[in-house]
């Protein structure tokens, strides 16, 4: 079978994952302006509740992406018993996660999420399609998988473009059309994921198929678990130390301030597409490959991400207090691009850590990583407790970027990639801290911040350029292309 390119597949995957954040930058001031501040951070903690009972998943999704990438070229039937179990399980946890869900979920939204009173009858009516939602999302981290493991990442993103994109315009259209009330917004979401995921089981049936419940087969299952019972403690712990500081800031200061974190927050883990697309390109390959051929592929891919995500958070860092000005408005931009600031430094560490997580994951070493965010839980719990009391939401920014660092450290050490051996690392980072300091000392000129952010970004790519090999061939071979199309 043949195998395209990883930078073919990386460059699919990046588009896969702009169109959603282009998306979400149209749609976001829509929904901020027409259901406001609470109703968003209502939905934000509806998001963030979805996806921390993901760990009902028990890791199948992930263990099955890597089952099936050593099996890529093995026969149908082989690969169907897999597929088949895993989706069988993941079924069957995804309605025992529905009811978790709509038992405690409801207590946890009444009883610990300040809640204004005006918004309590239309959380009830959209709670049942939030539970609803819950066995679409195990079933389609399958599905997903399934693809990626065969490298159809065209396919994949396609279908993922098409069910990211229509959830956030079909609500939000209705909520400018119909009503602004969660009870038209949240059913309109529920309905397009479900589309989706019927559009993704049919992708999958036509590559996989023929498929039959006999397939499913017992001994698979127990290996599949097995793989992703330290997956789930990851699956458990991960979500929580990336959505801790929501749920503590909606229970200390409301879902209204919430609002100001969370949109920075999703603006900052969306500009991380070209991290998530390099892992997922990755996964797979890495997957089939000796330890010693991984390894060797995460430092390549390492240093190209070091570079080319520096290159993009220097410059955010600057503008960030002009772009939340110019975006949504300068009451809204006085709270959140501070918070904007710390985060994308906290993001670049965060990004750094996704090479080696995926590395020892598709090694068949979940169990490291699911030690580490073990050890991290406490401690991050009384960090963020501390800063967010005493700093509000830039406390809880702060904590946040704390604990990526400490979880890079501790994931370099576990996949054996000694850490004086990223030294080269010290100079994006440089430039990082050197643009939060020029954010806080230049005016609110916005030609003050442009030019400051264009200093950055430019010597940002001259070090990218100069120091990360895949960087420089990415950026001759765009050149060539462009020398190309004008000659012709």
Known sequence: MNTRPLKTNLAINVFGAIIPLAVSLVTVPIYIHRIGNARYGMLSIVWVLLGYFGFLDLGLSRAAANAMSKLRDAPQP???????????????????????????G???????????????????QAFPWIVGLFP????????????????????ANMLQMAGTSGGQIVPVILAVTVSPSLAVVIPAAATVRALTVIAILIAVYRAEGPLSLAAFDRHQANRLLSYGGWVTVSSVIGPLLTSLDQFLIASLAGVSALAHYAVPMNLVMRSQLFTSALTRTLFPRMSRSSPADAQRLAYR????????????????????????????????AAFAAPVAEILFLGAWINALASVPFALLQSQGRPDVTGRFHAAELVPFIGILWGLTSVFGITGAASAWGLRCAADALLLFWGARMPIRGLSWALSPLSLLVVSLIVAHLIGSSPWEAVTASATMGLASAFLAYTMAQDFRILALTAIARMARLNAD
Not at 107 to 123: G, N, R, S, T
Not at 136 to 155: D, K, M, N, Q
């Open 106 to 124: 409801g207590y946890f939204l009444q009883h610990v999420i300040a809640i204004p009173d005006v918004l309590e009858p239309e959380i009830a």
């Open 136 to 155: 679409l999302a195990l079933v389609t981290g399958v599905g997903i998988g399934a693809l990626e493991s065969r490298e159809r990442f065209l396919l």
């Open 78 to 104: 082989t690969r169907g018993r897999v597929l088949v179990t895993a989706l069988v399980l993941n079924l069957g946890l995804g309605l025992f996660g529905g009811l978790c869900l709509f038992v405690f």
């Open 301 to 332: 891919s390492l240093t190209a991400l070091a570079y080319g995500y520096g290159a993009i958070c220097a410059p955010a860092i600057i503008l960030a207090p002009l772009f939340f000005r110019l975006w949504i408005g300068d009451d809204f």
